[in-house]
């Protein structure tokens, strides 16, 4: 089956950029996509189609994929921005999430 | 506004079934842009995509889950609904219900609120 590796954990100072990388075979050949989850909330689409946003989603979220990594960037980053983070694709008839990764603004 | 709700029993005995409900609001479950999803998260973990479903009833469903999975709709009453039989502990989890823009390569744009089901005798 098919799967996509995030790290755990990714930490980054206020008003830095952050980067969030999914991992999985040939994970460039599909469309990434990338959901903000804060805590007791439900997940929100911030990134599509490997790097369009969503109406409503700030300017300041990203995405690119290629070769084997999608990669969700994350510019001058708020407080607001703490939150999981998780990628997802699309393989033969199933919907893949990665194992998400815990934003941590210090 | 398009929304979801998410309802069912939030308890239920390890090797019965778990039944719940979708129910969409402010727009139709036979729009044709659409699959209807439902995806679970055990508490403290990740997602974890159980099947989707078109308004004509074409389901697809995770291959993990698949043997003890059913997907319907009823689109009389703008809703869909899981079950998820011989359910365990590991059942346990958040669920969400969400939408699908199309088959094939998608993502998941509308969520709902999420249910807790926990399943203990």
Known sequence: SYELTQPPSVSVSPGQTASITCSGDKLGDKYASWYQQRPGQSPVLVIYQDNKRPSGIPERFSGSNSGTTATLTISGTQAMDEADYYCQAWDYSTDVFGGGTKLTVL | ?121
């Not at chain 2, 055990?42 to 009833?57: C, H």
């Not at chain 2, 609904?81 to 365990?88: E, Q």
Request: hydrophobic residues 30%.
């Open chain 2, 1 to 121: 506004q398009l929304q979801l709700q998410e309802s069912g029993p939030g308890l239920v005995k390890p090797s019965e079934t778990l039944s719940l409900t979708c129910t969409v609001s402010g727009g139709s479950i036979s729009s044709s842009s659409y699959y209807w999803a439902w995806i679970r998260q055990p508490p403290g973990k990740g997602l974890d995509w159980i099947g989707s479903i078109y308004y004509s009833g074409s389901t697809y469903y995770n291959p993990s889950l698949k043997s003890r999975v059913t997907i319907s709709v009823d689109t009389s009453k703008n809703q869909f609904s899981l079950k998820l039989n011989s359910v365990t502990a590991a059942d346990t989890a958040m669920f969400y219900c969400a939408r699908r823009p199309g088959r094939g390569e998608s993502h998941f744009d509308l969520w709902g609120r999420g249910t807790l089901v926990t399943v203990s005798s």
